[in-house]
Structures are given as structure tokens and as C-alpha cells.
């Protein structure tokens, strides 16, 4: 079963009109791995309000696709004073969308219903604040039906301590799902595993 509909599929070939690149050739990636921006990246827009029409479009389109979630979240924390090198990342995201068009949430009949959860942190990823960035998906079905990536209210002075934060977030939402599924006849098992990749916080 697909949950995203044509009506999100035209929402996705809007959003590739109005940024004007139907005709251009689409990417495999929203955004190249390990890329840090900052504030003052390229020249200022002289007009930034298409920037901040297409990344909310692309903000509405992530309730279904969650493999932009993360290149989002990036553009949307320069709505304010964007520069042109964030415009073309929102121009690289809306290629790769158009390329993608018909991607959405699979749920296959004989997958098994078992939630798992995946945290993990980008220990000073804002390079203006030194604040971390935490990140949770929450799997069912060998489908992503939860996930977060924002930046922590404050520092922390190390890796472990950004770690401890982000697996706090994503055990709220891990129990708030938990028993939201058994609401719905959906029972979990006692104990669900939640996978991240700091040893120092075992």
C-alpha cells in the first residue's frame, strides 16, 4: 500500500514548477553528505521571498517524505536572511524531489508490525551556537512513520552529553508510539530495541 496519493504527487510537481526546473536534470541526493553552512554562505538574496515560498512547500511535503526531511530542515533555519548558496541547495532539493516524484511510505502485508527506534546526535553541527543537533527515526513495518531533527536548546560540552539528550527525545516519542499502537490493537513487545552509535553513553 502507498499512503502518498496523487494529490501529494501534484503537490511535489507544483512545488517543481514554481521553482521553474522541470526541465532540468534531476539529482540522487537532496543534499551531499557532510556540508555545513552558515548564515553568511554566498551573497544575500535581493528578494527572498521565493526562497521562503519553496521551503515552505517543501516543509509540507515532508509529512510524506521523509528523505528530504534532514536538506529541510537545514534551508528552513535561513527563512530570515537567506544567501544565494541556501537558494541553490533549495533548488537541489526540489531537483532530486522531481526525480523522485512517485517515492512515498511502503507498508507491505507480511512485514512485521515491530517498532524500532534509531538516535542519534551531531555533536556542535551549528557552527554560529555550538549547539548539537539531535535526530530519531522511529521505524514500523520496514517504514518510517516518525522522525525528528532539530537542534538542542543548549550546549553540551561533549558528544556523550548530546548523545544522552537525543536518546531522551526519542524515548518520549518511542513511548508515546508504543502505546498509541497498543490503542489501536497494534501490541509491542515489552522491550523495543533502540539502536545508536555512541558506546560512551552504555
Known sequence: MII???????YASNLVS?????????VSTPLESNVK???MDGSPLFNPTRYRQLVRTLVYLTTTRLDIAYAVHIVSQFMTTPHSTHYATVLCISCYVNGA????????ANSSLVLLAYSNAD?????SYHRSSTGYCLV????????QSEKQTIPSCSSTKAEYKALDNTTLELLSLWWLLGDIS???PSSTDLYYDNQSVI
Open 101 to 108: 516524484l512517485f517515492h512515498g511510505f511502503h507498508f507491505f
Open 37 to 39: 553552512f552558515t548564515s
Open 18 to 26: 514554481k521553482a521553474e526546473l522541470n526541465d532540468s536534470k534531476s
Open 186 to 188: 497494534i501490541p509491542q
Open 123 to 127: 555533536w556542535t553541527s551549528d557552527s
Open 4 to 10: 502518498t496519493g496523487d494529490d501529494i504527487v501534484k
Open 140 to 147: 514500523l513495518g520496514n517504514s518510517f512513520i516518525s522522525l
